[in-house]
């Protein structure tokens, strides 16, 4: 019997230890934004072909992405939808717990860059009637995989050659791929410095479907 219990913790644990790296949570941070080549998650996650292929081999084993063949190239994807809940109930837990990480996170974020006082359900109501102007500020293949109720795309890199496409007096929410991504937070700076009231939302798509709130995905 101790056997078979060895054997059923072993079984588990390699879910945490395929977790148990940085970039490999990188990985799947990026994966919960939509399929991607190994190439763009390379691109995305700063390291080398060569290394993303190794990290990306190591989720694959552990069942948590999977791959398919779209002519001459290899996208990957989560296994499941579960999966990024796993991502983000690990993160929560992180940030609850590990005052260091709290610190750093406070830093990413100016005071009153943050939306305050709207709950998920406000926003989408203030989206909705056009009080608001949600801005998914991701690259146009994460927006079209999915992104929030009634968000706009207009990718961080375009943004400043499109601002006069944004409606005047309207605030502006900005969001990308949740907690740990800047492009939010570097959007909301560039719109406040062109006389925009801007606001960064914190979480992406992930928290959004891990909350039990629906997404939408581009025609």
């Known amino acids: 019997m101790r056997d078979i219990k060895d054997h059923l913790y072993a079984q588990v644990a390699r879910i945490g230890k395929a977790l148990a790296s940085p970039k490999r949570l990188e990985l799947v941070e990026l994966l919960c934004q939509g ?8 691109a995305q996650s700063a390291v080398s072909v060569k290394l993303a292929s ?3 081999k190591e989720l694959r084993l552990a069942r948590l992405v999977d791959s398919r063949k779209d002519g001459k190239y290899v996208l990957y994807r989560l296994a499941a939808t579960d999966v990024a809940d796993l991502w ?6 992180a940030e609850a717990r590990l005052v ?3 610190v750093a996170l406070a830093h990413l974020v100016e005071h009153g860059d943050e939306l305050q006082g709207m709950d998920r359900r406000a926003i989408l109501r203030a989206a909705e009637s056009g009080d608001v102007l949600v801005l998914d500020v991701r690259p146009e293949d994460e927006y079209h995989a999915a992104h929030l109720p009634h968000a706009r795309s207009l990718p961080l890199d375009q943004l400043r050659a499109r601002l006069a496409e944004l409606p005047a007096g309207v605030p502006v929410v900005a969001y990308c ?13 560039l719109l406040r410095a062109r006389g925009h ?23």
């Open 35 to 42: 399929e991607k080549t190994v190439e763009q998650l390379a």
């Open 100 to 102: 260091e990480l709290q």
């Open 197 to 219: 009231e801007a606001y960064h939302l914190s979480e992406g798509v992930a928290e959004w479907r891990a909350s039990g709130l629906a997404l939408e995905v581009a025609a």
């Open 177 to 189: 791929r949740g907690p740990f991504c800047l492009m939010a937070h570097d959007a909301v700076a």
């Open 54 to 56: 190794a990290h990306l």
């Open 88 to 93: 983000v109930a690990l993160r929560s837990q």
